[in-house]
């Protein structure tokens, strides 16, 4: 005679309650994973999401609306128009990238230091290259109109080396500083 497996139906029902108990648990787990096959899901995949209940939420407002991600360069290009920094990060791009934007030579002796409301504040290591730097001021502006727009760069001030100061802080006292210093 034939055995069959069990949970068919075609093998006696047990004596001992426990036995029962545990066929029919596994019988019920069975049905359960058919019908998680059936929907598609396997073992140790999450199952779907359950919404939670609206609750007392202001009326007219949407729960959720807006919650899906959104890819980055898009979200801060629409911030960036909405505040008004267009100007802003171009320019700070200009100033992130100032070796591209210049060339290798010129960016090797000058740095920009500040820009301000259209003024362009450069400084070079020397006066030597402060003085070329102020010679090439017209193609400096013409390369800095590609990359920024026209008239985004007002005017561009060129600056020398800084020499020693004095200062020593935030709170130094004004004046012409220590005179006896070289004897």
Sequence with gaps: MATEPPGTGAEPPSSDGRDA???????????ARDGARKKGLTPGQPGPRRRRPLGDHAPGVVHGAGRDPQPVASTME????????GRSLQVGGV?????EV??????????????????????ADSTAWATQIKLLLPQLERRLAEEIGEGAVTSIQVLGPGGPTWRKG???????????TYG
């Design 102 to 123: 210049v060339g290798e030579a010129i960016a090797d002796h000058c740095v920009p230091e500040t820009f301000e409301e259209g003024a362009l504040v450069v400084r």
């Design 78 to 85: 629409q911030l960036s128009a909405q505040l008004g920094w």
């Design 95 to 99: 100033v992130g990238r100032w070796r």
């Design 21 to 31: 108990a545990d066929e029919a648990a596994r019988l019920a787990l069975a049905r």
């Design 170 to 180: 935030p709170r130094s006292v004004r004046g012409r500083g220590p005179r006896d």
